[in-house]
């Protein structure tokens, strides 16, 4: 199920929801948990998803990934979307269990990024930080970019999902609180 007006989509009985910047990896990390390719649209060029893409894990269990913020790809009717389907797709779900802010272990925590986590803290929404393409920083530095980044956002390095949606490290965390938060 795709849409682009969050007004338009139906009621779930419980959802967990991908958000950050383009590039990121939300579609790879969503297609690697449902385990089928392709299912979320994937690409070398950013911006790439631009509507709400809705995975029925179970029926009426979702699984839900947004379009990226940070990167103006596209018309300009586009680009002045592209906020407005997140924050409207935000503020209107009754039944969303979890926000998974996905970054990038080499880009780390941007500006829209913090502006996110700030705006979910302020709202008392539940979230979780995911830092993906862990495969890009060699085993010997990972741990010392894993500490710069938990600092970055003030919180431990247990806190965060560390994960390589490339290469399947670290999904099966990821999928276990998922299940359970979806009750499937
Ligand atoms: N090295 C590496 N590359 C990855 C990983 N996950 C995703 N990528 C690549 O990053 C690029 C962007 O991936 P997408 O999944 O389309 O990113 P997105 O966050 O959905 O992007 P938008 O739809 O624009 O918001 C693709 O070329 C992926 O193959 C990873 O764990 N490691
Ligand atoms: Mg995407």
Not at 156 to 177: H, P, Q
């Amino acid at each position: 199920m795709t849409e682009t007006d969050p007004q338009n989509l139906g009621e779930s009985d419980a959802e967990v929801s991908f958000v950050g910047r383009s590039n990121a990896g939300k579609s790879t990390l969503i297609n690697m948990l449902c385990e089928k390719t392709k299912m979320a649209y994937v690409s070398q060029v950013p911006g790439k998803t631009r509507t709400i893409n809705v995975y029925e894990v179970r029926p009426y269990r979702w699984m839900v990934d947004l379009p990226g913020y940070g990167y103006a790809v596209g018309s300009k009717s586009e680009k002045a979307q592209l906020g407005p389907i997140i924050e409207g797709y935000l503020t209107s779900r009754e039944n969303l269990r979890i926000v998974f802010i996905v970054l990038d272990v080499v880009a780390g925590p941007t500006k829209l990024d913090v502006f996110m986590i700030n705006w979910l803290i302020h709202y008392e929404y539940p979230f979780r930080i995911i830092v993906n393409k862990i495969d890009k920083v060699g085993p010997t530095k990972l741990d010392v970019r894993k500490r710069e980044i938990a600092g970055q956002l003030v919180i431990g390095v247990s806190d965060i999902f560390w994960i390589s949606s490339k290469n399947n490290i670290g999904v099966e965390a990821l999928r276990k609180m998922i299940v359970g938060l979806l009750g499937v």
